[in-house]
């Protein structure tokens, strides 16, 4: 019997979860784990038109949502070979539907994604990662996007290196 | 005589506190560099070597936990995948694994 692991994506993360998914399946080939990705959207309100005439009920937002998430994160997903993912969207408030997720799968490793944001999402995650490591037996591993250097202003010239400016540039 | 102890120890109390919160972050650094220095044993012994794997440790404060962070540059990320059984083994209790890969990488 192989290893589970969960990948747990919030809203918000969608981004950061499909930028990482290098990182994901490289844990899960070494972990010899399948993979189930977890989407916990809010519960989505009807949609309507400028004359507030329903055009899609919850029912059918909840639909479309789910074929979305499925097809955009079980694509990303499948692009790498020799790992078995599956996408399992659950809707409602995210911080206890991870629990009830992680407690139903009851997986080895958990993912959570981080990406850099405000202080409220911030601590919204760190409520769900503590959570996820008070409940489960699992190991929680948080993925990243890396941080991106400081750019350079300009180029790092040595004033006393610089040739004079009667003379002509020198062609290598 | 009291009255001068008790101004005494008031007037010492915040000198005395900070000196004990600072003696308390010294220790956590000093543990979390340890664990620091562990997990980079373990990661070069099962990469067989030195790698591209960056490995930083952070202490724990009191509203969040430790975290042991593991970047390497991008097309590199096996390399996490081949020390990854090694890092969790010797990640301690209280300390988060943070891999940092894709993304700007």
């Known amino acids: ?172 | 005589m009291f009255s001068e102890l008790v101004g005494l120890i008031v007037s010492m109390s915040p000198l005395l506190g900070v000196l004990v919160w600072r003696g308390h972050v010294d220790r956590q650094r000093q543990a979390a560099d340890i664990v620091r220095a562990d997990v980079h044993a373990g990661v070069t012994r099962a990469l067989d070597g030195e790698s591209l794997v960056a490995i930083k440790a952070q202490a724990p404060t009191v509203w969040r936990p430790g975290k042991v962070r593991l970047t390497t540059p991008s097309g590199y990320e096996p390399l996490i995948g081949r020390a990854f059984q090694t890092v969790l083994e010797r990640v301690p209790v209280g300390y988060e694994v943070v891999i940092h890969c894709g993304g700007n990488s």
Do not use: C
């Open chain 1, 1 to 172: 019997m192989s290893a589970r692991l969960l990948a747990v994506i919030t809203p918000g993360e969608e981004a950061t979860a499909l930028a990482s998914m290098v990182g994901l399946v490289t844990i899960a080939r070494a972990a010899e784990a399948d993979v189930r990705l977890a989407y916990f959207p809010q519960l989505p309100h009807p949609r309507v038109d400028r004359h507030d005439r329903m055009v899609a009920d919850t029912d059918a937002e909840m639909a479309r949502i789910e074929r979305t998430a499925t097809e955009v994160f079980g694509s990303s997903a499948r692009v790498f070979d020799g790992v078995k993912a599956e996408t399992v969207v659950r809707f409602g408030n995210p911080t206890r539907e991870a629990g009830i997720e992680a407690h139903v799968y009851a997986p080895q490793i958990v993912v959570v994604f981080a990406a850099a944001r405000g202080l409220l999402a911030r601590l919204r995650s760190w409520t769900l990662r503590r959570r996820l490591a008070r409940q489960s037996d699992s190991r929680v591993l948080v993925l990243a996007p890396t941080e991106r250097p400081a750019e350079r202003r300009g180029p790092i010239v040595q004033p006393g290196l610089t040739p004079p400016a009667h003379l002509p540039a020198r062609r290598d």
